[in-house]
């Protein structure tokens, strides 16, 4: 059974950092290709950032483009997002994703999913 357990959520000021982590269990974490999502309440869950499963290659939404970095340490079986220059429109509920596949902005890419970890900015 696969489980992706994240971590590193928390209040912070506007322009602050967070890091979150999300560590996988049950297979090879290798195999799979990560993303990090979103979702504020009212909104629909969106893409952040997206990691082969080799860490060579990395995709981002134009609205973390620069302020946001996605990594991998496979040796540790977890997927980072350093978050900086954080804004209030940042705040979200975070998840954290596994794709069988190739890695991709589109939520129905994803075939497991991590219970979210709550990031808020304050103004």
């Known amino acids: 059974q696969v489980q992706l357990v994240e971590s590193g959520g928390g209040l912070v000021q506007a322009g602050g950092s967070l890091r979150l982590s999300c560590v996988v269990s049950?297979?090879?974490?290798?195999?799979?290709?990560m993303g990090w999502f979103r979702q504020a309440p009212g909104k629909e869950r969106e893409f952040v950032a997206a990691?082969?499963?080799?860490?060579?290659?990395?995709y981002y939404a134009d609205s973390v483009k620069g302020r946001f970095t996605i990594s991998r340490d496979n040796a540790k079986n977890t997927v980072y997002l350093q978050m900086n220059s954080l804004k209030p429109e940042d705040t979200a509920v975070y998840y954290c994703?596994?794709?069988?596949?190739?890695?991709?902005?589109?939520?129905?890419?994803?075939?497991?999913w991590g219970q979210g970890t709550q990031v808020t900015v304050s103004s």
């Open positions: 049950g297979r090879t974490f290798s195999s799979f290709a």
């Open positions: 994703a596994a794709s069988n596949d190739y890695y991709s902005s589109a939520v129905a890419a994803y075939d497991y």
């Open positions: 990691i082969s499963w080799s860490g060579d290659s990395t």
